[in-house]
């Protein structure tokens, strides 16, 4: 680990400062990917400004039909919290199902956005809610703010203060787990919205994106055989030792049509 400088920040307008003044400078939460990369010696910040426990950046509240998660809330808190179990269940399950207790009772929302791992769970529901980043800066909309692997919209000195979902008719989430770290080698979030269904796929690319191929279809025909009839292109997905990309491609259809057939069972 390389040495670096720790500054625990009493404002989110300290925080915003202080990053904007030193680009080097790394925001720290919960730390559950920036730890493990700094005792690999794979980053080098000059400082680690602590915003964790920051008022700002917390709380849980259901206002005009959206859900509006502060950065900084646990994913345990998400996953038992009875606003968002009432409004969303399909995101509480999606979180009680992000990595190990450990994990769940470190890892922060807004952490897990911010870095865009293309493994990650929480990216699927976002893109498939339509929801909206909320920075000091401005209001970022889902389909934008995801940019390929590890990469997003956020510019020097911005910080993610709360992400706001909009309320689906309902939705469901359904992951394959890699067996060691809980990430998603596919995972598919199925929302049903005012506007049609919506299909976001994690795990298996790059970077999460949503199948429209998939959606026209359900559009068609919502229920589990319009998907069957469907071969999701494998060309731009992640092959490794773990799996091809074909395999993953229909791993990704696979997990897809669980969380359809989960979601199509609620009321």
């Not at 008022?55 to 809330?73: D, H, Q, S």
């Not at 929302?191 to 690319?205: I, L, Q």
């Not at 799996?243 to 791993?251: D, M, P, S, V």
């Amino acid at each position: 680990m390389f040495e670096f400088s720790y500054l625990k920040a009493n404002s989110l307008s300290e925080a915003a400062a202080f990053v904007a003044a030193h680009p080097d400078a790394k925001l720290l939460a919960g730390g559950m990917t920036l730890l493990p990369t700094l005792k690999q010696r794979l980053a080098q910040p000059s400082h680690l400004v602590d915003v964790g426990r920051l008022p700002e950046l917390g709380g849980i509240e259901l206002k005009a039909g959206r859900l509006a998660i502060g950065a900084a809330t646990r994913h345990h808190d998400v996953a038992t919290s009875a606003v968002v179990r009432n409004a969303i269940p399909a995101l509480a399950y999606l979180a009680s199902h992000i990595g190990d207790p450990q994990v769940r009772n470190c890892g922060t929302l807004g952490g897990s956005v911010a870095n865009n791992d293309p493994a990650a769970d929480y990216p699927a529901a976002v893109l498939a809610l339509d929801a909206i980043i909320v920075t000091t800066q401005r209001e970022i909309a889902a389909a934008d703010f995801f940019q390929g692997m590890f990469a997003t919209a956020l510019e020097a000195g911005e910080i993610i203060v709360r992400v706001l979902f909009p309320v689906p008719k309902r939705a469901a989430y359904e992951k394959f787990p890699h067996p060691a770290s809980g990430y998603a080698m596919a995972g598919a979030f199925v929302a049903e919205m005012a506007t049609g269904v919506r299909v976001a796929v994690t795990g298996a690319g790059p970077g999460v994106f949503r199948w429209s191929e998939a959606e026209s279809a359900l559009a068609q025909n919502l229920n589990v055989a319009a998907v069957d009839k469907l071969t999701l292109d494998a060309t731009d997905l992640n092959e490794d030792f773990h799996a091809t990309r074909e395999y993953r491609a229909n791993l990704a259809k696979v997990m897809t049509k669980r969380a359809l057939q989960k979601m199509l069972a609620t009321k």
